[in-house]
């Protein structure tokens, strides 16, 4: 099946940015989302991207996307304590129905 | 507004035992999903139901799992003689149909399920 791929852990300074890569294989994906999940709590929806984008800004959120070598970002401006978390990369496919295919999250740890 | 609620948010069960686990959607969504967390396989999707339409089963890992969706809103996923492997956190999304933005799905807290 199609594969999305990141990196498992990742650790920065309060203030800094923070930038989580994630890369994918279906050359057919339509959307790319970022969620993020709490400790205990359920997914969140950051934002995501549609795949005829290069890039797309939410307040402290940027994300990246190099369709040629499919290869997805999120920068995290100014990273905060509350901004601990794990960080999930996701793609939508028009092959593939509705669903969505998760990377296997990289766990953000932001040290005051 | 109310976000997806699901229901129990913890479950412990018995090997073999059958266990109901219950999602409400955002109102006025008319997609819904399962989707399966556990430590060795990540987030897995397992069914899908959009509308009236047939749901779309391709995830679902065994004949052991089903689900329904009762009057286009509230689903419920079954899983019979459950097995130590099934334990999992069961997470339920929403989004809505064509014509809105069916892109968002939004996510419940999900079930916790432990099989001992």
């Known amino acids: 099946g199609e594969d999305v791929e990141q990196s498992l852990f990742l650790s920065v300074r309060e203030g800094d940015s923070s930038v989580i890569n994630c890369t994918y294989t279906d050359s057919s994906s339509t959307y790319l989302y970022w969620y993020k999940q709490e400790p205990g709590a359920g997914l969140q929806l950051l934002t995501y991207i549609f795949s005829n984008m290069d890039m797309k800004q939410d307040q402290r959120l940027t994300v990246l996307l190099n369709k040629k070598d499919k290869h997805l970002s999120l920068r995290i401006a100014d990273t905060q304590t509350g901004d601990s978390a794990i960080y999930f990369c996701?793609?939508?496919?028009?092959?593939?129905?509705?669903?969505?295919?998760f990377g296997g999250g990289t766990r953000l740890m932001v040290k005051p | 507004g109310a976000g997806v609620s699901q229901s129990p948010s913890n479950k412990v069960t018995e090997k073999g035992k059958d266990v109901e686990l219950r999602c409400d959607p955002i109102s006025g969504h008319t997609a819904l999903y399962w989707y399966r967390q556990s430590l060795g396989q990540g987030l897995e999707f397992l069914i899908y139901f959009q509308g009236n339409s047939a749901p779309d089963k391709s995830g679902l890992p065994s004949d052991r799992f089903s689900a329904e969706r009762t009057g286009g809103s509230v689903s419920t996923l079954t899983i019979q003689r459950t097995q130590q492997e099934d334990s999992a956190v069961y997470l339920c999304?929403?989004?809505?149909?064509?014509?809105?933005?069916?892109?968002?799905?939004?996510f419940g807290p999900g079930t916790r399920l432990t099989v001992t």
């Open positions: 999304a929403s989004s809505l149909g064509a014509g809105g933005r069916p892109y968002e799905q939004y």
């Open positions: 996701a793609e939508r496919s028009d092959n593939a129905g509705n669903m969505l295919t």
